[in-house]
């Protein structure tokens, strides 16, 4: 059996939910991307996206004590997710899930994959993935 096993390193930061430490988030994930073959304009597509997804969980997120990122390097490929750990009311911010604010846009349009939801119970949940052009 055959079982060729993709190459995988993760990289998880923890931050305080506060607007000061969103440039440390953005420095970590320009680093992180820097490993893989991404162009700069790629690389500050990622930063942008990663402080859009920071900036929405220090506004929305009021009780939230901090920001987890986890960045996951594959082959060609970097995944991330950022979380919070807020708790909300059943319902919080359905409208703007329905209709997306210009943050939630902003990544959709800088990222290859977005899946964003909000839970009652372990907050927002933000996984996005950047391709290296070229790649499938």
Sequence with gaps: MNVQEESVNVVELRI???????SVARLAVA??????????????????????????????SPDA???VLTCEMV???????VRDNAVRAPGDDAAELASGSLGVFLIRSLMDDVEYRRDEHNGMFLRMVKRVAGTS
């Design 16 to 22: 305080p939910c506060k607007p000061e430490f969103v």
């Design 31 to 60: 680093g992180i991307a820097n490993r893989l073959h991404f162009t700069v304009e790629e690389i500050e597509d990622v930063k942008l996206a990663v402080a859009e997804a920071c900036t929405n969980c220090i506004q929305r």
């Design 65 to 67: 004590k901090e920001i």
């Design 75 to 81: 082959p060609e490929e970097l995944r991330i997710v």
